[in-house]
């Protein structure tokens, strides 16, 4: 159902949360790694032995995603360690949660540099080591699409993104490239103890939840291995959202 042995995925982000479980989930079916991280060296390289353990090879970088230069260095060497690449995906995520009227410029360009136009970049390098085809996926949010306290800066961002992978899907469709979106509900990962209001936003997914149970990492990372197989060959430029039905209701 899956044949993926012998693939390679770069995932950004990926010592921790969502990033990690993709990238176990990968591994445990045969595609071999490229684990990305910028702060989180120990969680990377735990992270790089539990693929190892699961019989995949895994190259660990350190790269600032928003920085043009750690990127194409990135690339570099992904092209030297296996010559080809046939999964991106771009996870890694950051902002800063403010009120609208206190966000300054700074705060704004962070965000969308890492959010959105890193994407951008990525895609870039990775779509000459496709040389077959691949799949590119976005990690967003329903940040993107509802308003939520705070988070101003990242929803945008995350809006960017998603209409990023429709303009890439257009563009990259015809040379057999995939790309799409997936947008997680409520996952409680590191990322979401930098709120304030966890508890109140995990209880409130919980309680609006139609399944009756919060989304997982492993839960996106399932929905990311499948896109990935063939079964999903004529998904294409959307945004699969997985929130356990969180986001239907009124």
């Known amino acids: 159902m899956f044949n993926l ?19 176990l989930r990968f591994a445990e079916n ?7 991280y910028i702060r989180h060296r120990r969680d990377a390289e735990e992270t790089a032995a539990l693929i190892e353990e699961r019989g995949a090879r895994c190259l660990v970088v350190k790269a600032n995603v928003a920085n043009d230069e750690d990127v194409a260095s ?14 991106l995906v771009s ?3 950051s902002g800063v949660l403010k009120p609208v009227l206190e966000l300054t410029s700074r705060h704004w360009n962070w965000a969308m540099d890492i959010n959105a136009r890193a994407l951008l970049t990525l895609a870039q390098h990775a779509v000459p080591l496709m040389r077959d085809g691949g799949k590119i996926m976005a990690v967003s949010s329903l ?16 809006a960017a993104l998603e209409s990023l992978v429709r303009h890439l899907a257009v563009e990259l469709g015809p040379i057999g490239i995939k790309v799409n979106t997936i947008s997680a509900g409520a996952v409680d990962t590191e990322a979401l103890k930098k709120f304030p209001n966890r508890t109140q936003i995990l209880d409130t997914a919980l309680a609006r939840t139609p399944l009756g149970v919060l ?22 430029g959307q945004t699969i959202v997985v929130d356990g039905g969180y986001s239907i209701r009124a």
């Open 5 to 23: 042995q012998g693939k390679v995925a770069l995932v950004t982000g990926s010592s921790r949360g969502i990033g990690k479980a993709i990238a």
């Open 30 to 36: 045969g595609v071999n790694m490229v684990v990305n």
């Open 215 to 236: 989304t997982t990492p492993e839960d996106v990372a399932d929905v990311a291995l499948f896109l990935c197989s063939d079964l999903a060959k004529m998904i294409h």
């Open 74 to 87: 990135m690339f570099e060497l992904i092209d030297k360690e296996y010559g080809r690449l046939d999964f």
């Open 91 to 93: 996870n890694a995520a």
């Open 143 to 158: 940040g993107s699409v509802r308003a939520v306290e705070n988070y101003t800066a990242v929803g945008a961002s995350k």
